[in-house]
């Protein structure tokens, strides 16, 4: 059975930074696509960023780009989402996510974790 469990989340004032954690099981993780996604209140969940199954590859959504950023330890089966530079607008429920490829759309990944809340004061 294939768990992800984000870890990391918190608050934290406008202009600071948080590194998010997303730890899976159950499947090789080398072998398949990561991605974060988020959900504020009221608003859809949306894609936030994605990195391929190597790490080869990086993807951002343009709202986080340039204060974002997306890596992966294939040995400690972790993915993670350094954050700098946060903003309000930041705040939301993350999910970490998994796919057989790296794509920004949510019904491509079929697997999810449980979210982390981030919450960014001004």
């Known amino acids: 059975q294939v768990q992800l469990v984000e870890s990391g989340g918190g608050l934290v004032q406008a202009g600071g930074s948080l590194r998010l954690s997303c730890t899976a099981s159950?499947?090789?993780?080398?072998?398949?696509?990561m991605g974060w996604f988020r959900r504020a209140p009221g608003k859809e969940r949306e894609f936030v960023a994605e990195?391929?199954?190597?790490?080869?590859?990086?993807d951002y959504a343009d709202s986080v780009k340039g204060r974002f950023t997306i890596s992966r330890d294939n040995a400690k089966n972790t993915v993670y989402l350094h954050m700098n530079s946060l903003k309000p607008e930041d705040s939301a429920v993350y999910y970490c996510?998994?796919?057989?490829?790296?794509?920004?759309?949510?019904?491509?990944?079929?697997?999810w974790g449980q979210g982390t809340q981030v919450t960014v004061s001004s």
């Open positions: 996510a998994q796919s057989n490829r790296a794509t920004l759309l949510v019904r491509e990944y079929d697997y």
């Open positions: 159950g499947r090789p993780f080398s072998k398949y696509a």
């Open positions: 990195i391929t199954y190597n790490g080869g590859r990086t």
